[in-house]
């Protein structure tokens, strides 16, 4: 099983930068694509960004230019750079991890519990 845990989110004013970090936690697991997903008040979940673990990145287009995925392999770790933060960034966003299990080879999609991205002035 993969336990994940985020960190980073906060308050912000608009223009502002945060930077978001997922860790993967533990045993007999790989790790494989991760991703950023994100849900505001009202509306559905949504792909922020996705990166694979040869580093191929996905952003989705409202974030592009401001927006940068990166990995860690070796600590399987994902984060989220976050520049020129606007108010319609502001969500609950969730890491997304799929982890293989080493014993079956199975895919699993796992989920972080979700931290807070409020941006406001």
């Known amino acids: 099983q993969v336990q994940l845990v985020e960190s980073g989110g906060g308050l912000v004013q608009p223009g502002e930068s945060l930077r978001l970090s997922c860790a993967a936690s533990?045993?007999?697991?790989?790790?494989?694509?991760m991703r950023w997903y994100r849900q505001a008040p009202g509306k559905q979940r949504e792909l922020v960004a996705a990166?694979?673990?040869?580093?191929?990145?996905q952003y989705a287009e409202a974030v592009k230019g401001r927006f940068t995925i990166s990995r860690d392999n070796a600590k399987n770790t994902v984060n989220l750079q976050m520049n020129s933060l606007k108010s319609e960034d502001t969500a609950v966003y969730y890491c997304n991890v799929d982890g293989v299990a080493i014993a079956t080879r199975i895919t699993r999609r796992y989920w972080g519990q979700g931290t807070q991205v409020t941006v406001s002035s």
């Open positions: 990166i694979t673990r040869g580093f191929s990145t």
């Open positions: 533990g045993s007999s697991f790989s790790v494989y694509d």
